[in-house]
């Protein structure tokens, strides 16, 4: 059964700080990860990754994908109060263009 | 752009009724999907349609109706309500080809009791 799980759950931090969000995935046929963050609404997207050890980065955030390891990273550096949201990650498979299977994300709390 | 509108944004049920829940896009995207969410399962394909006259099941359909009768619109429809129903409903769409990426909709949170 094809399977995303992120960690940790939640995580709460402090203004200032670096936060690292985790998502490995046991899939077959797998073609990219897409991350996105979830304020109150709509998630919105951030970063798709389709290649291995490519960064991804826009700002302060930034994504690399491990196929080998099965896994990716997200990082949030100098995190901001605005930071404060759900973050998910999907993965797409090759052989279903109509299918994401999203994880149940990581819950991030930025304290003042 | 509007993009993906979802109404209503809030809807309370009791076990039994009947309701639809509205999804339209202004993109032309001929993909469209449902999911729900539901606290520390993430996000759960209900069912989608690559184009007008065209859908599918996702992971956990049932309860739920879908039809796509034009490009813009595909609601979803709630034959009898069950308790287990209660969450927070998404629309999402994207071009069929190409860009991978998913428009959400701002979401539709339903109690049923």
């Known amino acids: 059964e094809d399977k995303v799980v992120q960690s940790p759950l939640s995580l709460v931090v402090h203004e200032g700080d670096t936060v690292t969000l985790n998502c490995s995935y046991e899939?077959?046929?797998?073609?990219?990860l897409l991350w996105y963050k979830q304020e109150k609404k709509a998630p919105t997207f951030l970063f798709m990754l389709t290649s291995s050890g490519i960064e991804k980065k826009s700002g302060r955030l930034s994504s690399i994908l491990d196929k080998k390891e099965l896994f990716s990273i997200l990082n949030i550096t100098a995190t901001q109060t605005g930071d404060s949201a759900v973050y998910l990650c999907?993965?797409?498979?090759?052989?279903?263009?109509?299918?994401?299977?999203f994880g149940s994300g990581t819950k991030l709390n930025v304290k003042p | 752009n509007a993009g993906v509108t979802q109404t209503p944004k809030f809807q309370v049920l009791k076990t039994g009724q009947s309701m639809t829940l509205q999804c339209a896009q202004d993109m032309n995207h001929e993909y469209m999907s449902w999911y729900r969410q539901d606290p520390g399962m993430g996000l759960r394909l209900i069912h989608y349609?690559?184009?007008?006259?065209?859908?599918d099941q996702g992971e956990v359909p049932n309860g739920y109706n879908v039809s796509r009768s034009t490009t813009e619109d595909f609601p979803l429809r709630l034959l009898s309500a069950a308790p287990s129903q209660t969450s927070v409903y998404f629309c999402?769409?994207?071009?069929?080809?190409?860009?991978?990426?998913?428009?959400f909709g701002s979401g539709t949170q339903l109690s049923v009791l």
């Open positions: 349609s690559v184009g007008a006259g065209i859908t």
């Open positions: 999907a993965v797409w498979l090759v052989y279903n263009f109509n299918k994401f299977y």
């Open positions: 899939v077959t046929n797998f073609r990219s």
């Open positions: 999402a769409s994207r071009p069929r080809r190409g860009d991978e990426k998913l428009f």
